[in-house]
């Protein structure tokens, strides 16, 4: 900062304490990084041309098709499933908070892996589903593995393990908010539900959501373990070509490409919203949204 | 607008311990009354059972002729629903001692919020009277301010107003200058004293044994959950009967 100083004397110039440890480490990361990419680039075996020749290909689209498709579905239907269970934890009803106890406990036990295989032979263990009615007898059935496809089996395990562990960001959120934020929105007579949907839930959010976008983001991932029962995600159509043409490692590279895409636009999305909910409370966040509150001051 | 409030052999307990013995008051509408009491002397409980934010073990609790938080059934009181006692609550005015403020919401939403999703007010209307009322506890300039971004004193006006939006007929203050620095406390009491000249019916736990002298009616002196002395604010003040009241007089002043 340049300060003129008042007197005839002339102001004491300041020079800042030089970091040349921070230069020299900079330089270090740098000249090893640049070695790590000349021999990614130069190296034959990655096979770029493969790997670009790939990227488009129709099967792997339609395979980042089947991955967004599962993510998007599993997390939908897995933090719905999850706010019913965080309401059923936190509820003063003692079996329905037992319930969903136990709920969260087997599905964070079971392994993804082996909750796919499960479900996808749950014919095994009921071969026909029917719905019976008392004095009446059966009014509808049907064979269970007409019900059960690689993609139904896939959804619901997905869903199962999401809403297991969404439940528990969801409960811990709404435990975030405290306990004068109710009574201040009690007496003031909003009702249970517009308390939860006003005052709680949008501070609940700021709790919910750093965790939320790692179960969003790690849900992304595995739904890779899909390829195991032959569903056609990203990874199982690079498998089907690299079985054909042995170049496993570019057919590889391609779903990894496609992984770190998928990746980075949810976590920009992660960020928006995070600036969103963290308005009234993180300075350098809420700018944008400041500026909108600024207009109703014109407009009055 | 304003309403009396009757209470009537209101007794609580937290895990076996009594809180509340048996406690009758009557507080006539417009009339400010001021609950003394050390810490512990039940007097933040006895408030927050008016608006049926805690519940009674017994008693009964009229704000003008309407029973608060239970419905008599021959013998029986039965507790409302929370949506029912969330309609009598619009009615009564309560400002906490840690402000609580919504800190999602700017200054005039947290004064909007409430008379429009809970009444369906129109906006204009709304903003109107929400506008009015930060004026009249001078925080007209922060509207668009984020509560974090205020003083204590700041926000507990706030508090006041957004309290006031839904126009209750009843005000309860719990403690609402105790979490305040020294040199706020005095904005906050002069909004208090303005409510009282505008006639409404004031219910405050303080330790503003000033604030008790100048502005209230009545004064309330309770310890270990009973009332100890009440009566007329100066009379009570200048001639303590009690010798409880003597001691804690002596010890605040």
Aim: proline residues 4%; aromatic residues 8%.
């Amino acid at each position: 900062m340049n300060v003129r100083h008042p007197s005839e004397r002339p102001a004491l110039k300041i020079i800042e304490h030089r970091h040349y440890g921070r230069w020299f480490s900079a330089l270090v990361v740098l000249l090893l990084l640049g070695f790590f990419a000349s021999s990614v680039a130069n190296n034959p075996n990655f096979e770029w041309d493969v790997v670009l020749q790939n990227l488009t290909e129709d099967s792997i689209l339609s395979g980042v098709m089947m991955t967004i498709k599962l993510t998007c579905i599993s997390v939908l239907l897995g933090f719905a499933g999850g706010t019913v269970l965080a309401f059923m934890r936190l509820s003063a009803n003692p079996v329905l908070a037992w319930v969903s106890w136990v709920y969260i406990w087997f599905f964070r036990a079971v392994p993804m892996l082996v909750q796919l295989f499960l479900w996808y032979n749950i014919a095994t263990l009921y071969p026909k589903l029917s719905l019976t009615l008392p004095f009446y007898g059966e009014i509808w059935s049907v064979k269970t593995n007409q019900l059960i496809s690689p993609f139904s089996a896939a959804v619901i395990a997905l869903v199962m393990h999401q809403s297991a562990y969404a439940a528990e960001i969801i409960r811990a959120g709404i435990q975030s908010v405290s306990i004068g934020q109710l009574e201040a929105a009690k007496a003031l007579g909003y009702r249970p539900s517009q308390i939860f949907r006003r005052t709680v839930l949008p501070q609940a959010m700021r709790a919910i959501l750093p965790p939320a976008g790692n179960e969003v983001i790690g849900q992304l991932k595995t739904t890779a373990v899909v390829s195991v029962i032959a569903l056609q995600d990203v990874l199982y159509s690079a498998q089907i070509i690299y079985q054909r043409t042995y170049e496993v490692v570019p057919l590889l590279l391609v779903a990894t490409a496609w992984y770190l895409l998928m990746t980075s636009v949810l976590s920009i999305g992660q960020y928006y919203v995070e600036a969103f909910y963290s308005r009234g409370n993180v300075p350098d966040k809420q700018k944008w949204f400041r500026f909108k509150s600024k207009k109703i001051e014109s407009s009055s | 607008m304003s309403e009396s409030i009757k209470l009537r052999g209101i007794c609580k307990q937290f895990s076996g311990k009594t809180i509340l013995h048996n406690i009758d008051l009557d507080m006539e509408a417009g009339s400010v009354t001021v609950i003394l009491g050390p810490s512990g002397s039940g007097k933040s409980t006895l408030l927050r059972c008016i608006n049926h934010l805690e519940k009674v073990d017994s008693g009964t609790v009229h704000i003008g002729q309407e029973l608060i938080g239970y419905r008599q059934k021959g013998n029986y009181l039965v507790e409302l629903p929370e949506a029912k006692s969330a309609r009598q609550r619009q009615k009564i005015g309560m400002v906490f001692q840690q402000f609580n403020l919504f800190p999602h919401r700017t200054v005039l939403q947290n004064v909007m919020d409430a008379p429009q999703r809970i009444r369906n007010e129109s906006t204009s209307v709304v903003r109107s009277r929400a506008t009015a009322l930060l004026t009249q506890v001078g925080l007209a300039h922060r509207i668009n301010a984020w509560p974090r971004e205020l003083s204590g004193g700041q926000q507990q006006r706030v508090a006041i107003a957004r309290a006031l939006s839904m126009q209750p007929e009843v005000m309860l203050f719990d403690e609402p200058t105790s979490a305040l620095d020294p040199e706020l406390v005095g904005d906050v009491l002069q909004v208090m004293k303005n409510l009282a000249q505008s006639g409404m019916t004031m219910v405050v736990v303080t330790h503003e044994i000033g604030f008790a002298r100048e502005v209230a009616d009545n004064i309330v002196f309770m310890d270990q959950g009973n009332i100890v002395e009440s009566g007329n604010s100066h009379s009570l003040l200048d001639n303590p009967q009690h010798p409880r009241l003597r001691e804690f007089l002596s010890s605040v002043l």
